[in-house]
Structures are given as C-alpha cells and as structure tokens.
C-alpha cells in the first residue's frame, strides 16, 4: 500500500516562509511527477507545482517567484518552499504523486493535506 503524508502547514504572517515536506511510503520503484495542489474554501482544487523526476517543474503563475519545489527521488519525497506568502495562499495543500510504479502496477496517489493559513 502507498501512502504519501504532508508534513510542515501551519500559520504564518503575510511575507513569511513555509516549507511542506510530502514522503511517500511503500514499495516504490519510481514516481513519475510528484507536486502541490491546494484547495481553498469554495474554490476548486488548483495547481500550485509539479516536479518530474527528471527535474522539469511547473508551476502556477500565481506563485511563480515565491514558491520553490524540489525533490528527492532516492527518498520518494518532495518539498515546497513558500516565501512572500499572502493571504490568498491560505489553503489546503495536498501532495499528489503521478505514476506511482509499485509492485500491483501504477497508480496515482493523494496525501491527507496540510493546511496553510496566512495572516495579514
């Protein structure tokens, strides 16, 4: 069975810094794209940022300058840096890991989320 659990959320005031840290957990033998979305109240889940595992990122433009992810292949985790947070980046961020090779085959997975509140 594959688990991913965020970790790092919190409360944090309008300019400061937060970093989420997702590990996935079982038997892995690779993950294709590993990433960030959030969801806030009454809006839909959106894309915040994805990393393939060979290091191409994406992200959303409304982040694009303050958030940074990386991730470590070896260990089947991925991080998000978040500086210059607004309130507008108040959410529920959850992991989500595409193309998850295991031992049953491939599938895709999504973390419990963490929640991310910003204070102005």
């Known amino acids: 069975q594959v688990q991913l659990v965020e970790s790092g959320g919190g409360l944090v005031q309008a300019g400061g810094s937060l970093r989420l840290s997702c590990a996935a957990s079982g038997t892995i033998f690779s993950i294709d794209t590993m990433g960030w979305y959030r969801q806030a109240p009454g809006k839909q889940r959106e894309l915040v940022a994805t990393m393939t595992s060979g290091g191409s990122t994406n992200y959303a433009e409304s982040v694009k300058g303050r958030f940074t992810i990386s991730r470590d292949n070896a260990k089947n985790r991925v991080y998000l840096q978040m500086n210059s947070l607004k309130p507008e980046d108040t959410a529920v961020y959850y992991c989500?890991?595409?193309?998850?090779?295991?031992?049953?085959?491939?599938?895709?997975?999504w973390g419990q989320g963490t929640q991310v509140t910003v204070s102005s």
């Open positions: 989500k890991a595409d193309g998850v090779w295991h031992n049953w085959g491939r599938n895709d997975y």
